[in-house]
Nanobody
């Protein structure tokens, strides 16, 4: 059974940093492309970044140069290092295996002074 558990969210000041983690279980993590998405109230979930099984990455224009996605296949864990945070980055952040419909519970990120 696929399980994804996000953590690391919280309150950050504009210009600050946070590191999100996604612990995965129930599937062969190292074989699949993983992604981060985010959602604000009243809006659809939007793409943030993906990382392939070979480590190839892709980012939304809105986070390019500020966020870094990475993975540790030995730990079945994916990360999102977020820097130079902006108030518009405030959202619930979710991780997902792109080959599976299961979503994690999400972790709230709030950027505010």
């Amino acid at each position: 059974q696929v399980q994804l558990v996000e953590s690391g969210g919280g309150l950050a000041q504009p210009g600050g940093s946070l590191r999100l983690s996604c612990a995965a279980s129930g599937f062969a993590f190292s074989r699949y492309t993983m992604g981060w998405y985010r959602q604000t109230p009243g809006n659809q979930r939007e793409f943030v970044a993906t990382i392939g099984n070979q480590g190839n990455t892709n980012y939304a224009d809105s986070v390019k140069g500020r966020f870094t996605i990475s993975r540790d296949n030995a730990k079945n864990t994916m990360y999102l290092q977020m820097s130079s945070l902006k108030p518009e980055d405030t959202a619930v952040y979710y991780c997902k295996c792109l080959s599976n419909p299961v979503w994690g519970q999400g972790t709230q990120v709030t950027v505010s002074s």
